[in-house]
T-cell receptor, first 111, second 117 residues
Framework: QKEVEQNSGPLSVPEGAIASLNCTYSDRGSQSFFWYRQYSGKSPELIMFIYSNGDKEDGRFTAQLNKASQYVSLLIRDSQPSDSATYLCAVRRTNAGKSTFGDGTTLTVKP | GAVVSQHPSRVICKSGTSVKIECRSLDFQATTMFWYRQFPKQSLMLMATSNEGSKATYEQGVEKDKFLINHASLTLSTLTVTSAHPEDSSFYIC?????????????FGDGTRLSIL
């Protein structure tokens, strides 16, 4: 079992819809959770991070964390074709430790 | 926001050449930096964790003599691919994290695309 699991996709949604990306992790001691977006041929860029259970909203993006169930999700509202990318979930146990990345979910938003 | 600069962005060179890649944190100090490699359509793979003033920590299967890491200051880490061969051709990406007590996120450089002929 991988430490961080994501559905590889591809996940396809129509423009304007809500895209829901999910991530589960195995280490119950994980404290920090991150979502990155990676366009093809580019390096990852940070979208959001969340530390506490519940929802965290930033513009069209909402991160949701449920530590009891060991999952973190990313919702993208009003999806745009420019949101088409691979989304990486990353989890870290301690402030000083390294992050463990999932393999990513590829999202395609169709016009 | 935290900016990580990586240079060069692209390298094309002959087999047997050694290639140095620089990673700088531009507006923050980073005791720890990370080096990743990514092959086309594959996952991000952590190669090593670079620690300022001490030896890097390499992931299992990564040759430390092949991939030399030097973290000489709080804002600069370098990765040298020694005697590079075609199988070393890949996308190399560095990442840095702001030093603080909180769980700060990692920020990535733009990556270096290495092509060995």
């Amino acid at each position: 079992q991988k430490e961080v699991e994501q559905n590889s996709g591809p996940l396809s949604v129509p423009e304007g819809a809500i895209a829901s990306l999910n991530c589960t992790y195995s280490d119950r001691g994980s404290q920090s959770f991150f979502w990155y977006r990676q366009y093809s041929g580019k390096s990852p860029e940070l979208i959001m991070f969340i530390y506490s259970n519940g929802d965290k909203e930033d513009g069209r993006f909402t991160a949701q964390l449920n530590k009891a169930s060991q999952y973190v999700s990313l919702l993208i509202r009003d999806s745009q074709p420019s949101d088409s990318a691979t989304y990486l979930c990353a989890v870290r146990r301690t402030n000083a430790g390294k992050s463990t990345f999932g393999d990513g979910t590829t999202l395609t938003v169709k016009p | 926001g935290a900016v990580v600069s990586q240079h060069p962005s692209r390298v094309i060179c002959k087999s047997g050449t050694s290639v140095k890649i620089e990673c700088r944190s531009l507006d923050f100090q980073a005791t720890t930096m990370f080096w990743y490699r990514q092959f086309p359509k594959q996952s991000l793979m952590l190669m090593a964790t670079s620690n300022e003033g001490s030896k890097a920590t390499y992931e299992q299967g990564v040759e430390k003599d092949k991939f030399l890491i030097n973290h000489a200051s709080l804002t600069l880490s370098t990765l040298t691919v020694t005697s590079a061969h075609p199988e070393d051709s890949s996308f190399y990406i560095c990442s840095a994290r702001v030093d603080s007590q909180g769980g700060q996120p990692q920020h990535f450089g733009d990556g270096t695309r290495l092509s060995i002929l």
